[in-house]
């Protein structure tokens, strides 16, 4: 009943939904979902899966469904299995791909700029003086923007995946497996890398104004208002407020639920941040050395592999040409990976966020709420129902939703805390003996192991992952489980976690190496580890639930594995 209660139209029953593969999506989602977010975020989801999958006329799948079970989400895999539709298909995607080739660039800025303008023409900053009418109006462009955001994720993630694909392909003709030809792609600049340089400069910042000492002597919660009483933390601020405006709309944890706050809201996690950037600058740590090493080290990596194609497999400028073209296509539908979710997942998310909070303090007004985020516990049906009657007579509207909205957040905020203790499982329907869809490998890190699981609680002391980022670290694990914990991290510590998004990573300035339970080649956490040069094993499935805080870990990015070397 709890998933029910969130969206009946969208409750897994697995009896009736047997004959789908359905997958637990720790990777984007490893909390149980708000109703909120299920019916907005969720619901687009699949929505822009599908829309995209016809417009770009993907070969394998008209895309997936997604569902919620026990509190959890699920995708729900789909394939095409007539061979003359997929390829009709294939033609039609491979035109696609061509063109992509040589102009992805323009391709990609045409999508980016509508997502732009589409959050600009919210004006999200004057909700709260709208109208309860003109705001139930703005409510639904939100979601209407959000939408449309996710349908145009996946016409740009299906063609840029497909060109990954084929690059890959391309490399292991030449002897160039996976672990080795990332190394040509990365270092290459976009909003990420951006928000990292400037939140470096900030702690750099701190230092050089002599406002160190207040920041590591200060608790969290009294920082700001001591910055506030000397000038130089006023100087500060107001160039973090600039900061914020730009880079703080980062739903801080899982950014397919709106749920979350962000860093604009709840800034103590980017302060801390801050402080612990401190040590790394004691250390003699550098952000623009390190990124210098990373761009030389992939101009290296370039020039030896150049020099073999020449001098071992005979190539002609002809030939060195084409792989050029090929190389530079794969570099920037790589740093797309990073780059679309800074205004995508994060960005479209945040602006939903933003409208659905000033809803939320609309219906605080009118006594239906406690608190603003209440208003998440409600699906955007309901809210839409309340504000619309709302907007036909205020006294009625909230008189008739006090003994109704109340009990029922009351209740569906202890239902969320229940599926925290559900036992969710990883797989659920018609799963298969073995997985072929790639992009399940890549981004989601399925392989036939994780389909049939030798024991996902069963604490070991030898993991096994994918070579996310190259590099060898041993060390102290800290293991982090959400945002609130990311203050825990302490420089030169290994990260251990559920998985990564864009709002995690600082986190990378800090770490000397990071495993994940989710996730494959192309998850956030293994493109973030090689931009920063540290090791990385994603797709573990099993070391948050084997690996505790202090214990020292070995982590091989080369071969893949982590090992536990001394129980804390």
């Known amino acids: 009943m709890i998933d029910r209660s969130m969206s009946a139209l969208r409750t897994l029953r697995p009896q009736v939904d047997s004959h789908l593969f359905w997958f637990r999506d720790d990777l984007h989602q490893p909390y149980p979902i708000s109703p909120m977010g299920m019916t907005t975020i969720q619901k687009h989801h699949p929505w822009g899966y599908h829309v ?4 770009t006329q993907l070969p394998p799948s008209k895309g997936a469904y997604v ?6 989400v699920y995708l729900g895999f789909t394939l095409i299995d007539d061979p003359a539709e997929i390829g009709a298909r294939a033609k039609k995607f491979g035109k696609l791909i061509e063109y992509c080739k040589d102009h992805w660039a323009e391709y990609y800025r045409k999508h980016i700029n509508e997502i732009v303008k589409n959050i600009k023409d919210l004006h999200i900053e004057k909700a709260d003086g709208l109208s309860t009418t003109k ?27 497909g060109l990954y694909l084929e690059f890959e392909a391309y490399c292991k003709t030449l002897g160039l497996e996976e672990k080795d030809f990332v190394t040509l792609l990365k270092g290459f600049e976009g909003m990420p890398a951006k928000t990292d340089e400037e939140l470096w400069k900030l702690a750099r910042l701190a230092v050089s104004s002599g406002l160190k000492g207040i920041f590591e002597h200060t608790p969290p919660e009294k920082l700001w208002a001591a910055l506030e009483k000397k000038p130089a933390g006023k100087q500060w601020l107001k160039k973090f407020k600039a900061f914020l405006s730009v880079y703080g709309n980062r739903i801080s944890a899982a950014h397919l639920d709106v749920l979350f706050p962000t860093w604009k809201e709840s800034p103590a996690p980017v302060l801390e941040t801050v402080i612990t950037f401190f040590r790394r600058m004691e250390g003699g740590w550098d952000l623009a050395a390190a990124r210098t090493d990373v761009i030389r080290m992939r101009n290296d990596a370039i020039a030896a592999f150049e020099k073999t194609l020449v001098e071992e497999k005979g190539f002609k400028p002809k030939q060195m040409k084409e ?24 960005g479209c998310t945040a602006a939903l966020h933003y409208s659905l909070m000033a809803a939320g303090r609309r219906l605080q007004k ?5 608190q603003p985020e209440d208003v998440f516990y409600l699906t955007f049906s309901e809210l839409v129902e309340v504000l619309d009657d709302l907007t036909r007579d205020e006294k009625i509207g909230a008189y008739h939703h006090i003994a109704l909205v109340p009990p029922l957040v009351v209740e569906r905020k202890h239902d969320r805390e229940m599926s925290y203790e559900a036992d969710a499982p990883l797989t659920v329907g018609n799963v298969p003996k073995t997985m072929t869809d790639p992009i399940a490998i890549k981004v989601f890190g399925i392989i036939d192991d994780v389909l049939h699981p030798k024991g996902e609680k069963k604490v070991v002391e030898r993991l096994k992952g994918f070579p996310g980022a190259p590099g060898k670290a041993e060390g102290p694990a800290r293991v982090i489980l959400n945002f609130e914990d990311f203050p825990s991290l302490k420089a030169g510590e290994i990260l251990v976690c559920p998985y990564t998004g864009t709002a995690w990573t600082p986190l990378f300035m800090k770490i000397s190496a990071v495993v994940t339970d989710t996730g494959g080649m192309l998850t956030h956490a293994a493109i973030a580890a090689r931009e920063y040069g540290i090791a990385a094993v994603v797709g573990t499935w099993n070391a948050t639930n084997s690996i505790r805080n202090g214990d020292i870990i070995r982590v091989d990015g080369d071969a893949g594995t982590v090992d536990v070397v001394k129980r804390a």
């Open 366 to 370: 009118y006594g239906l709420l406690n």
């Open 67 to 72: 569902k919620v079970f026990k509190g959890r």
């Open 52 to 55: 995209a999958a016809e417009q």
């Open 323 to 346: 792989f050029r073209r090929f190389l530079k296509a794969a570099q920037q539908i790589y740093a797309y990976q990073e780059d679309h979710g800074f205004y995508i997942d994060q």
């Open 135 to 161: 705001l139930l109006a703005h409510v639904k462009q939100a979601e209407e923007m959000n939408r449309r955001a996710w349908e145009i994720h996946f016409i740009l993630m299906y063609p840029a995946d």
